[in-house]
């Protein structure tokens, strides 16, 4: 069994987390991805929760990310509800 750590992202893992979801992403949908710059521009929007942006680690080395937004559901009524969103998920793709 692999075991693994979920913790918290930290300013130290910006740019490793960027390419572990380059990696994830890569070639998948289209060549190359978008998803890695999306993870770096979302940390300095206002709706990014920083406290909900985790990194999962195998032995140290960050092996996955998964980062939530605030968003708002429109209904066709024109109610609003207050949401989270998640995403990108990334792992990469050894595992």
């Given at each position: 069994?692999?075991?693994?750590?979920?913790?918290?992202?930290?300013?130290?893992?910006?740019?490793?987390v960027?390419?572990?979801?380059?990696?994830?992403?890569w070639?998948?949908?289209?060549?190359?991805?978008?998803?890695?710059?999306?993870?770096?521009?979302?940390?300095?929007?206002?709706?990014?929760?920083?406290?909900?942006?985790?990194?999962?680690?195998?032995?140290?080395?960050?092996?996955?990310?998964?980062?939530?937004?605030k968003?708002?559901?429109?209904?066709?009524?024109?109610?609003?509800?207050?949401?989270?969103?998640?995403?990108?998920?990334?792992?990469?793709?050894?595992?």
């Amino acid at each position: 069994m692999i075991k693994f750590l979920i913790r918290a992202e930290s300013p130290a893992d910006y740019r490793t987390v960027e390419d572990v979801t380059r990696r994830a992403f890569w070639n998948l949908n289209q060549p190359g991805c978008d998803e890695h710059y999306l993870v770096h521009e979302m940390r300095t929007h206002c709706n990014f929760v920083s406290e909900l942006a985790f990194i999962a680690e195998i032995n140290g080395a960050i092996i996955g990310n998964i980062m939530y937004t605030k968003s708002k559901l429109v209904e066709i009524s024109g109610q609003e509800k207050d949401i989270l969103t998640f995403g990108p998920i990334s792992i990469v793709p050894e595992f």
